[in-house]
């Protein structure tokens, strides 16, 4: 049989793997810097536990798992595959929640299954970067996800922009207009700024049952991301005053460090309204045409449907396979890796090669990441080796290099070598 | 809803969470070092690559997935989850076998799944650690795969045994007692010695169809586990003779070093015979009951069912989910992670809490793990967060402390505190 994978699944090579976990390995580094502690939840979910979680577009992209048990009869699926992060950590902290100690920070870096249509960039089967806050509503944690995101970005060597709004400013501008009834329809027109522009947003909030005149007004508004302007514009609106109070909260607390990255309030920013209750985020790389590759905010209620009220929480999540496709345009990834092998001994006959063979086994206990070839054979196909797998140095055994109880060191790139007793070697190896 | 999680599936809490890498940290450490790439492969297989690979109570055992993606139908499950890591590496060789060199040396920490009857111990969701060689029948690594065995657990600080037999010596031995069709009978009723003992293996042999005397003549032969004894006993099979000389080669390249564990022959050892086809490895913890931690052995042919033959492959896995309970048992694994957070800032009122939050931004600049209690409130409240959250030191911002630019640093477990400038603070927390 000829072997294949389900379509939009992949297999990762070691470049890839060692990428992406370079990638990751620095997200994990700032979260844990921050605070945030690390947990995992199941790969497999009761079906009850993620269905109606996601809207009716999200049911019916859940990946069901049939329920046989060796022995027992199959039945209809009752489990799925874990869809996002959030609903298993809303699920986690309602099961755990004796054991936890609130505010509880904790951040998660795991694969998530949608069973969507696959296409270039979308996959069935892809990881997601999580920090969440649970059992606080201190807006100080927005501005520390907003300098995470800051900090990610700055030491992936990607520009952004961060945008932030809070869903009250939406509220409060749907309030002075006297379109409440149709904020959804509002906001869903808003959300598509970038991709049909501000005529294309007026005609599709017309289209909502929005009047032509309070929608002119409204795109003449959002063009403007003065937060002083919508200060003005809100005086009336409560909830308004409360976005623009809580932005303003956020700010100062945002103004405790000098952020690499622009920061900026983006009234058009209206993502995520089916749940986000406060503040909002989105991330776009600057220099790259790539959508958003990071996103946030917050919700009143994290766990009210898992039976445990009064738990606010906020949090962001990187888009990283976006991420590692930006990285790869902007060529960000570093060319050497710790993993590399350093030196790939080489030798000719039985005795050589037993000879090279203890050496090696010296070099690695040294912590030096090295290998050999499995036999004696011609040096050519040995070098090969070594080149094909990107190994900078040989070290041959050869009949002189055994009676003098040395190694001669060869730089493939150069192609200098030296002769070096083994301690020689190691130490020249370490550095 | 009251929330819960499939049997067999668990939640991992930061603790369980940061043991588990500690001790993946460390495999992966170790494979590295050897000069084994890292790969990873989809959880959803097709189920055609996965059907007839694991016998017929392994197909039991496949959790099925269905395949319905978004607006088509939904029809009978073609894909499964990953079952064990073997067969997705033979599939990936097989795949990607333009872009590999051979012989390819690959390491794979991932989860597998089956739907097992759940019991302690035994889950529907655990990880494997696999290195394998493929391309190569060098039996260098053999030795190489019994001192990565060594190695990582020596490094652990788990107490092992590492037996090592080879099938062909098991085949001999049936030969020159002339039940070599009885073959799988006689393994299959060894492999249970160590459960049954001499007495329940020679009931099972007969009870398999071999006859009495030739059973009571394996029992005292199987005994001794001393090599030259069965370089004699095998002198006139070819098959045994061959396997007598593999070990002897796999003994002359272990001879490289010196190994912290026992690394024994044992003919009892008759695990895999199924698909291994030389050397056989186990790993049992000498200081715990808890049947085998580690194993492997080789295939003559590792890809040959998809399609590519001819590609001998050697390798091992660790047991995981049972070296963690070893451990745990043992007390082995560290009581402080580099995740601790080291400092936790408290304040007081509005602007202590934004003059710590800034102090607190720099800290973290630094590299320093740390966080701050989300609101300036009673001493006791943030005190208690502190210690629930294992954090060593708080800073507090006082009012004095402000005035002079300073921060008080409080050990919670001594008691002693003394002030320090921010920089002052940071140099003591970064050693």
Redesign the interface.
């Known amino acids: ?6 379509k939009g ?6 470049k890839e ?2 990428k ?2 370079y990638l990751f390995s620095i997200i994990r580094e700032v979260f ?4 945030y ?10 079906l ?2 993620l269905t109606g979680k996601y809207g009716e ?1 999200g049911d ?2 859940l ?9 027992e009869e199959s039945g209809p ?3 799925g ?1 874990r869809y996002d992060l959030t609903v298993p950590f809303a ?2 902290v ?3 929640q004796n ?1 936890l ?1 609130f ?1 509880f ?2 951040f998660q870096i795991q ?1 998530v ?1 949608r ?3 696959p296409q270039k960039g979308r996959y ?2 892809f990881y997601q970067c999580d920090a969440d ?1 649970v059992g ?1 509503p ?1 807006l ?2 927005e ?1 520390e996800l907003a ?1 995470i995101f800051d900090l990610v970005f700055a030491k992936l060597g990607i520009p952004v922009c961060i945008e932030v709004n809070n869903r009250k400013i939406l509220s409060g501008i749907a309030e002075v207009f006297g379109i409440s009834s149709h904020f959804t329809a509002m906001t869903m027109a808003i959300d598509k700024w970038d991709k049909i522009g501000p005529d294309g947003v007026a005609k599709e909030m017309i289209q909502r049952g929005i009047s032509e005149e309070i929608a002119g007004k409204l795109i003449d508004v959002l063009g403007n991301n003065d937060l002083e302007f919508y200060r003005n514009l809100l005086e009336k609106s409560e909830t308004g005053q409360l976005g623009i109070n809580e932005l303003d909260t956020f700010w ?2 945002l103004s ?2 000098n952020p690499t990255n622009k920061i900026i309030f983006s009234p058009l920013l209206a993502r995520g309204l089916g749940y986000y209750t406060g503040c909002i985020f989105e991330v776009k790389a600057t220099t790259v045409e790539m959508g958003s590759i990071g996103g946030g905010g917050r919700y009143a209620n994290l766990t009210e ?3 445990l009220p009064n738990m606010p929480g906020v949090g962001i999540s990187f888009g990283a396979e976006r991420i590692y496709d930006v990285m790869e345009t902007l060529q960000l990834f570093p060319t050497q890796f ?2 590399r ?1 350093k030196v790939l001994f080489v030798a000719f006959d039985e005795p050589s ?2 000879y090279a ?2 050496a ?2 010296k070099v ?2 040294n ?6 070839y ?2 004696p054979t011609k040096l050519k196909k040995q070098i090969k ?1 070594a080149s ?2 990107n190994i900078p140095f040989i070290a041959i055994a050869g009949e002189t290099e055994m009676e003098n109880n040395q190694f001669m060191l060869k730089n493939l790139d150069t192609g200098e070598q030296k002769s070096y007793a083994l301690d020689e070697l190691i130490s020249f190896l370490k550095n």
Not at 9 to 14: A, E, H, I, L, V
Not at 37 to 46: D, S, V
Not at 63 to 71: I, P, R
Request: hydrophobic share 35%; with cysteine; net charge positive.
């Open positions: 049989m000829k072997p294949s994978i389900p699944t992949r297999d990762f090579g070691p793997v060692q992406r976990n844990i810097r921050f605070g502690q690390p947990i995992e939840t199941p790969t497999l979910e009761n009850s536990t577009e019916k992209l990946f069901k798992v049939l329920t046989n048990v060796s022995g699926a009752k489990r595959l699920r986690f309602v099961m755990h054991e100690h505010p920070k904790r694969p299954w069973a969507d249509r069935q089967e806050i606080s201190s100080m944690y501005a300098q100062r607390y405790a460090f449907i898992f039976g710790s993993e092998i090669h037993l063979f203890k090696l086994a690695r206990e912590g030096i990441c090295s290998d050999i499995p036999d080796y094909d797998n």
